[in-house]
């Protein structure tokens, strides 16, 4: 059974950071593009950050630039994202998913992604 947990969301005040985790089971995780997605009220669900099976091709939203950081850990299955200088605007829920293809392709369009967690909660207070 395929089981994508993700931990890590909360409340911050902007400025603040946050690190989601994602522990992945019941599929061969190593043979898949790992990616952070998010969905705030009343939107569409975006791609945040992709990365690549090896881990050496990074794809980033452009509002993630420079605040967020992707990376795996093929070894223990776990896929993290580091969030920094947090902004009111990145309040969302966030989605831990993994898919097989292109890893920009799959940040844009999120429908591709094979597997999906249930998500956690991230607030950014003003």
């Known amino acids: 059974q395929v089981q994508l947990v993700e931990s890590g969301g909360g409340s911050v005040q902007a400025g603040g950071s946050l690190t989601l985790s994602c522990v992945a089971s019941?599929?061969?995780?190593?043979?898949?593009?790992m990616g952070w997605f998010r969905q705030a009220p009343g939107k569409e669900r975006e791609g945040v950050a992709t990365l690549s099976r090896s881990g050496n091709v990074i794809y980033y939203v452009d509002s993630a630039k420079g605040r967020f950081t992707i990376s795996r850990d093929n070894a223990k299955n776990a896929v993290y994202l580091q969030m920094s200088s947090l902004k009111p605007e990145d309040t969302a829920v966030y989605f831990c998913a993994a898919g097989q293809g292109v890893t920009n392709a799959l940040a844009e369009e999120p429908s591709r992604m094979t597997y999906w967690g249930k998500g956690t909660p991230v607030t950014v207070s003003s």
């Open positions: 019941g599929f061969t995780f190593s043979t898949y593009v």
